[in-house]
């Protein structure tokens, strides 16, 4: 089992940055690929970015290529969203995720952080 907490939601200004925080524990946290996701009011929850298990790869779905960032850190079982140049559309809850390397389900999630982007 893995329990994941994230933090560093909050509110900003378009234009702004954020930086979110996932906190895993549980089995080895080097050996699971992560994710972050997010669901804005209404709508689906959408893919915003991921990393593989070896931190050598990482994913970003369209609407935040070239503005966010997507890094983990093995040794704090830790892994980062680092949010640039934020417009409105990014508002919603962000969640973490993770799965045993490649496997093709998320089984494990956060509770999520919600981020308000100000117009």
């Known amino acids: 089992q893995v329990q994941l907490v994230e933090s560093g939601g909050g509110l900003v200004q378009a234009g702004g940055s954020l930086r979110l925080s996932c906190a895993a524990s549980?089995?080895?946290?080097?050996?699971?690929?992560m994710g972050w996701f997010r669901q804005a009011p209404g709508k689906s929850r959408e893919f915003v970015a991921r990393i593989s298990w070896s931190g050598g790869s990482a994913y970003y779905g369209d609407s935040v290529k070239g503005r966010f960032t997507i890094s983990r850190d093995n040794a704090k079982n830790t892994v980062y969203l680092q949010m640039s140049i934020l417009k409105p559309e990014d508002t919603g809850v962000y969640y973490c995720?993770?799965?045993?390397?490649?496997?093709?389900?998320?089984?494990?999630w956060g509770q999520g952080t919600q981020v308000t982007v100000s117009s």
């Open positions: 995720a993770a799965r045993f390397k490649e496997q093709l389900t998320w089984p494990y």
């Open positions: 549980g089995r080895t946290f080097s050996s699971y690929s």
